[in-house]
């Protein structure tokens, strides 16, 4: 997968993004619904990052949590928290194309990974890893760029923390490059690809997926009638996904 190098250099700045308020309300709050019950589960999260849904998931129960990702100093960072904190989490570098993993899982999330994938074949090299590392019976879990998101709202998300840009038609394959502002005007930046809704449900059951669906993102109850996250809620740049290995 292209990009580990940049990760390595923006990994710190990345790691402070989880600290940017959509993550907590309405990113950390979705992934944990989607989630539910993990207690006593074995769960690989590729594309884990510094580890912060790695360790938040050992925390709420998981039996194991085993976190991947291209990145080096990403790695490093998951590896420093675990040192500092011992709660049972193991990580590996590796990039998803070339993961095979040594057994299978009850659940594999994938946390901004998918949209990795700059071409249908790229999806489905990565779907099938996912397909390959689950139990039968177990599930992916996912939470990613938005396909659906209209790109003329791309650039209205400012407010929140960040922007989007892309190409005039965004066609298959089109980068979607994310500025992440952490603190105010010094931004950082890096490329997701646009595949549409129709390529991810295609691809999900090609590979052997069932009952793939769309999980549009919730607002923490806490931020209940605050007008702030209107405009993030009416157009949500990102979704979550889950799929059933049967």
């Not at 074995?42 to 790695?54: P, T």
């Not at 960072?77 to 709660?87: Q, R, S, Y």
């Not at 177990?138 to 709202?153: A, C, L, S, T």
Request: hydrophobic share 30%; net charge negative; aromatic share 14%.
């Amino acid at each position: 997968m292209k990009g580990d190098k940049h990760y390595d250099e923006i990994a710190n700045e990345y790691k402070e993004s989880k600290e940017l308020s959509f993550r907590k309300v309405v990113e950390k709050y979705s992934i944990n619904l989607m989630l539910g019950n993990i207690e006593g589960k074995d769960i690989l999260d590729l594309a884990c990052g510094e580890g912060i849904y790695s360790r938040m998931m050992k925390n709420e129960g998981a039996k194991s949590v085993f976190g991947v990702d291209i990145s080096h100093e990403m790695i490093e960072l998951a590896k420093k928290a675990e040192k500092e904190n011992p709660i049972g989490c193991s990580y590996e570098v590796n990039d998803v194309f070339d993961f095979k993993p040594k057994k299978e899982f009850d659940i594999v999330t994938g946390f901004y990974l998918l949209n990795y994938a700059q071409t249908r074949e790229d999806l489905k090299k990565m779907c099938q890893v996912l397909f390959n590392s689950i139990k039968k019976g177990g599930k992916f879990i996912g939470f990613n760029d938005n396909p659906m998101n209209k790109k003329e709202n791309y650039g209205s998300y400012r407010k929140y923390g960040f922007i989007k840009e892309t190409t005039p038609e965004r066609e298959e394959g089109a980068f979607i490059k994310y500025t992440m502002f952490n603190h105010g005007e010094d931004g950082f930046t890096f490329n997701n690809y646009y595949l549409s809704e129709k390529t991810y449900e295609e691809v999900f059951k090609e590979v052997g997926f069932q009952n793939f669906k769309w999980v549009e993102g919730k607002l923490d109850p806490k931020e209940k009638g605050n007008p702030f996250w209107d405009d993030f809620m009416k157009d949500q740049p990102f979704i979550g996904m889950t799929a059933e290995k049967i």
